[in-house]
């Protein structure tokens, strides 16, 4: 990577990281929610780095987003996992990215649904919370989405028993705009098969 490439990824991480907490000082969810929304979108639109190419129609149009649904926000606790997996997904060029799980959280109804919480098993580490519902290859990306990724700045928040989970807040990783990008896509333990129509979608 040369060091243009590098001071700007380390920037929009930087921008995206102020984003979060952004979102999390704001009191009122869906204020926060469309904080979330107007910051992604301009970062899409201006940051050099953003996945969307020059003549990507959303530049013009912006990443569709689903109307925020308060029902699908919850705090909810880490559930230990008795037999924790690891698992090693390929990542392109960057080799591989390294997952040790680090607990289950249950969504509640209407999904009823246990997924699990990864830890970045790697240098600075991280908590990674992809999902790959029902939506998936119809009006979301076929390879899922991320909710949460704590080493890129994407956190909710909580309080160290508890983790905000907001559905609402589900993006498409970069892989779904430019094929130069490889992203870790959702493992079988974060699969269901409910819809969840709520985060970014396709146009």
Known sequence: MDSRTALQLSDWR???AQLYAQVRSIGDPAEGHARWRAGREKLFLDHPQSPLA???P???SGIP???YDPAL???LPLEPAPQPDDLAIDSGADGSTRLSQAGWITLPDPFGARVAVWWLDQY??????PLRDGTAGTSSYGGGRYLLDTAKGADLGGDGQEMVVDLNFLYHPSCRYDIRWVCPLAPPQNIIEQPVEAGE???
């Open 73 to 75: 926000r919850w705090v």
């Open 124 to 129: 600075a580490g991280g908590m990674f919370l």
């Open 65 to 67: 987003v689903w109307p």
């Open 14 to 16: 930087r921008e995206v």
């Open 201 to 203: 979608r396709l146009p």
């Open 54 to 56: 020059a003549a990507d």
């Open 58 to 60: 959303l530049r013009r």
